[in-house]
């Protein structure tokens, strides 16, 4: 199975922040990595996949970039309604993991 | 729009099984797979496995082979959860999410998550 790691697993930040969170995978998944934010006691919702490639409806201050191995997810000018808990998932092969996540909370 | 409703909570006992469905609607049920992921008390994202629309055809993550089970109302357009021997560790949110592979794979939109306790 591939593995997801996510850094860092927690952080704070202020509105107006930019933030970076980094994924790694075990071995290559070429561009099949999605970003997904869940808010406490909802479920996930899909931010960016491919990668890169925003999904409709999403705020464009997140953007995605990397393959292979490396990818980062970035949030610029942080808004309130950011502060949530980011996953990582690799969709390159089944199992379709998932990274441990990164909690973003209010500095 | 493109919506997935699951059941509501449920408590059971050890021992006992549980069928959670996810009611599909605002789009073709047959043209997407039906993943499931789990998420335990404080904890993160565990994918369970897929279920193919068109064929019913389920594939089982390791870890949730024997007592899970996909399955699909046809020609409906209901997924189904079912778990039996229910165990403590089984407590967990349940969710069911459209699984989207034209260009890349992906999940989109998930449903809204159903609660499974398992207490005695």
């Known amino acids: 199975d591939i593995q997801m790691t996510q850094s860092p697993s927690s952080l704070s930040a202020s509105v107006g922040d930019r933030v970076t969170i980094t994924c790694r995978a075990s071995q290559s998944v070429s561009s099949y990595l999605n970003w997904y934010q869940q808010k406490p006691g909802k479920a996930p919702n899909l931010l960016i996949y491919?990668?890169?490639s925003l999904q409709s409806g999403v705020p464009s201050r997140f953007s995605g970039s990397g393959s292979g191995t490396d990818f980062t997810l970035t949030i610029n000018s942080l808004q309130p309604e950011d502060f949530a808990t980011y996953y990582c998932?690799?969709?390159?092969?089944?199992?379709?993991?998932f990274g441990p996540g990164t909690k973003v909370d209010i500095k | 729009q493109v919506q997935l409703v699951q059941s509501g909570s449920e408590l059971k006992k050890p021992g006992a099984s549980v069928k959670v469905s996810c009611k599909a609607s605002?789009?073709?049920?047959?043209?997407?797979?039906m993943n499931w992921v789990r998420q335990a008390p404080g904890q993160g994202l565990e994918w369970m496995g897929w279920i193919t629309t068109n064929s019913g055809a389920p594939t089982y993550a390791q870890g949730f082979t024997g007592r899970f089970v996909f399955s699909l109302d046809t020609p409906g357009t209901t997924a189904y959860l079912q778990i039996t021997s229910l165990k403590a560790e089984d407590t967990a949110v349940y969710y069911c999410?459209?699984?989207?592979?034209?260009?890349?794979?992906?999940?989109?939109?998930w449903g809204q998550g159903t609660l499974v306790t398992v207490s005695s």
């Open positions: 491919a990668a890169s």
């Open positions: 999410v459209r699984g989207i592979t034209s260009g890349s794979n992906r999940f989109d939109p």
């Open positions: 998932q690799q969709s390159y092969t089944t199992p379709f993991t």
């Open positions: 605002g789009y073709s049920f047959a043209s997407y797979s």
